[in-house]
């Protein structure tokens, strides 16, 4: 007699559960459904800035390339990736709205393991280019790290690698 109890109680519970309604209007089953859609909806952390499936972020403080990187890593992610002229117009906004000016800044780029070997922090394909004329030149054989913003034309440059400057990290959303 219990268990039919129990189980008629589980089962009016489960009903009126169903049934209800918020003030708003929307039945509580939706309103489970919509905040479960809420939590796995995904965007940037505080600061980041969306664009095209990852979240950027400048960062102004002059650093060195390896120890931009790090940076970067520790919050998950890698000095960015260009991957086409929308990406760098974003990175340039970036680094604008940080700055008031398009500062000569460090990307994920570098051919350090082997000269003229580009390829990006984060693994993806170095294919984009954006090099300003004669670049890049490893002058005197040590430039391995890209900065861009270089010049009048804020193209891409090859310079080295211990160079104090800002940086834009970038990790997927």
Request: aromatic letters at 10%; one cysteine or more; a positive charge.
């Amino acid at each position: 007699m219990k268990t039919l109890t129990v189980s008629a109680l589980v089962c009016a519970l489960m009903v009126l559960t169903r049934a209800a309604v918020l003030p708003d209007g929307m039945p509580v089953k939706d309103q489970i459904a919509k905040s479960h859609l809420v939590k796995r909806s995904v965007s940037c952390p505080g600061g980041w800035s969306p664009f095209d499936g990852r979240c950027f972020r400048y960062f102004p403080r002059p650093l060195t390339w390896a120890k931009a990187e790090k940076n970067c890593e520790s919050m998950g992610g890698n000095l960015a990736s260009v991957h086409n002229i929308l990406e760098y117009h974003e990175i340039q906004r970036l680094i604008l709205s940080g700055s008031h000016e398009h500062k000569e800044t460090w990307v994920g780029g570098s051919d350090a393991q082997e000269e003229k070997q580009w390829f990006w922090a984060d693994g993806t394909p170095f294919r984009y280019v954006n090099w300003c004329d004669r670049e890049p030149n490893n002058s005197r054989g040590r430039q391995h790290c890209l900065q861009v913003n270089h010049r009048a034309e804020k193209c891409w440059d090859d310079v080295e690698c211990y160079f104090r400057k800002p940086s834009v990290c970038a990790k997927k959303i």
